[in-house]
């Protein structure tokens, strides 16, 4: 390999895994009139990081996991994956919604294998792998049942490994746990830093919970009441890995970061309360 590829190679190996530079994003309405979204915004997410976007309902944070995951064409701005810049879908990410997309009619093991059989996997390989992974989110025994046979944080577990088994290297993930009770996000939050410690993926997670943001994340991202949302702070969670959340909630820093992103955050919370309806994606 010549310097210059190997240069090449190098500089692309560290370029952050997403990379939103200058995206604003800008939605037509009815009779012509517009809504303004996102302002410009500039974020970053290393290769293995975790990163969370907490802010108001309507702020943009699902917009901006939208843009990293090719769904959205910024109105001004780029995305660049691992320093390419991204044209139509970003097939390297993966994409859990806080909805779950399991098709009723077939088992949790082809729910899991379908994502391989469609990219050309032999079937039984897709089931074998499928089974692998229902094991390894704790669903080994419940893999010939149906979706409606399933709990609401078991259903959760199998979309997991359905989006896991492609090995993606980026992992999108909006307000995934939202509709669990307490005890089964603690849970949930628990069975993902265990997969994400095995292989650590770079991670946006949107959530509306701060507690589970700063769990959870490596730096948690606050964004601004819209409309023109953009990103007004930027905090590192220095707290040790492994993390059990549960225990983790106890510890005196943990208090002490949630007292000072708190500080920012709820005047943004009350001002987006104040606006009333608002127009945007959450």
């Known amino acids: 390999m010549s310097s210059a590829m190997a240069a090449t190679g190098t500089a692309a190996s560290q370029a952050p895994a997403v990379e939103l530079d200058g995206v604003s994003i800008t939605f037509k309405l009815a009779k012509g009139s517009t809504y303004a979204a996102v302002a410009e915004t500039k974020l970053d997410v290393a290769a293995g990081e975790f990163v969370a976007i907490v802010g108001p309902t309507g702020c943009g944070k699902s917009t901006l996991l939208n843009?990293?995951?090719g769904l959205i064409k910024p109105s001004t701005g780029h995305a660049r994956i691992f320093g390419a810049r991204l044209a139509g879908l970003n097939i390297q990410a993966g994409y859990l919604f806080q909805q779950d997309s399991l098709m009723p009619w077939k088992t949790a093991i082809d729910n899991v294998a379908v994502a391989l059989e469609i990219a050309g996997?032999?079937?039984?390989?897709?089931?074998?792998?499928?089974?692998?992974?229902?094991?390894?989110?704790g669903l080994g025994a419940f893999s010939h049942r149906h979706?409606?046979?399933?709990?609401?944080?078991?259903?959760?577990?199998?979309?997991l490994a359905q989006v896991l088994i492609r090995n993606p290297r980026?992992?999108?993930m909006d307000e995934p746990f939202g509709p669990l009770d307490a005890q089964t996000r603690l849970i949930m939050g628990d069975l993902l830093l265990k997969l994400w410690q095995d292989d650590r993926k770079a991670v946006m997670f949107v959530t509306h919970d701060l507690e589970e943001a700063i769990a959870l994340a490596d730096r948690v991202v606050i964004?601004?009441?819209?409309?023109?949302?953009?990103?007004?702070g930027d905090y590192p969670i220095n707290l040790t890995r492994p993390r059990d959340i549960s225990e983790i909630k106890l510890e005196p820093e943990f208090h002490r970061i949630h007292r000072e992103i708190w500080t920012a955050l709820k005047a943004e919370v009350l001002k987006g309360y104040s606006q009333g309806d608002m127009v945007g994606a959450g």
């Open 121 to 137: 996997t032999s079937r039984d390989e897709a089931l074998q792998r499928a089974q692998a992974w229902l094991g390894r989110v």
């Open 223 to 232: 964004m601004s009441a819209g409309p023109a949302a953009s990103i007004i």
């Open 67 to 69: 843009v990293a995951a």
């Open 170 to 172: 980026i992992l999108l």
């Open 147 to 159: 979706p409606h046979m399933l709990s609401g944080g078991q259903r959760k577990r199998v979309g």
